[in-house]
Structures are given as structure tokens and as C-alpha cells.
Nanobody
């Protein structure tokens, strides 16, 4: 499965962005999908995940501001980011996992996209 992330950019604090990740195969629909992010000098961290059943999980830092969704017909997963903060600045990666548990851990993901940069200015 190849993943292609897009939608990053430079925005001001309080603005919104929508990230998208396109998967190359229809088998995508059986995978859990997630977004992770990595800020400069920091470790990669979990942001949000959505299972094949469409149940979702979020990091506490983004709950109520970010929404993950998937469109199995189009093999895409999206991350709607609202009320962005400077601390959301990072490279965002989409990832795919055959598992349905432990999705907040990066080790469970077999496939990764190339990353898209989100910069939030204060």
C-alpha cells in the first residue's frame, strides 16, 4: 500500500487546514488509518486514528479540534484541523495498520506516507 499525504501549509493561529491521504489499493478499507506528527527536535507522536469500522481515537491535545474521517470508495483518509495552535506545527504523516488496537503506537503501522508540513504562526 502506498500512501500520499497532502494539504499542509502555512496558516495563522486559529485557522483551519484539511489534510488528505490517498491510498493506492482497495485493501486500504480493511486497514486502520492514522495521522502522526513530528515537530522539530521531538519524537513522532500520535494524532488520530480511524478503524475500518470508522470508530476513532484522538490524542488529548487535539480532541475537539481535529476530526479524522475516511472515504473507502475513494481510498482516502482526511484530517480536518480547526483552531490550530503554534504547537500544532509539525510534519504530519499518514499511516496504515492491519491492527485495530494499540493504534496510538507507531510500531503497529506497516505503511507510511511521505509527510506534509503544517506550520502555524502566532
Amino acid at each position: 500500500v502506498q500512501l500520499q499525504a497532502s494539504g499542509g501549509g502555512l496558516v495563522q493561529a486559529g485557522a483551519s487546514l484539511r489534510l488528505s491521504c490517498a491510498a493506492s489499493e482497495r485493501t486500504f478499507r480493511s486497514y486502520a488509518m492514522a495521522w502522526f506528527r513530528q515537530a522539530p527536535g521531538k519524537e513522532r507522536e500520535f494524532v488520530a486514528a480511524i478503524r475500518w469500522s470508522s470508530s476513532t481515537s484522538y490524542a488529548d491535545s487535539v480532541k475537539g479540534r481535529f476530526t479524522i474521517s475516511r472515504d473507502n470508495a475513494k481510498n482516502t483518509v482526511s484530517l480536518q484541523m480547526n483552531s490550530l495552535k503554534p504547537e500544532d506545527t509539525a510534519v504530519y504523516y499518514c499511516a496504515a495498520s492491519p491492527q485495530s488496537n494499540g493504534l496510538e503506537y507507531s510500531r503497529g503501522y506497516n505503511y507510511w506516507g511521505q509527510g506534509t508540513l503544517v506550520t502555524v504562526s502566532s
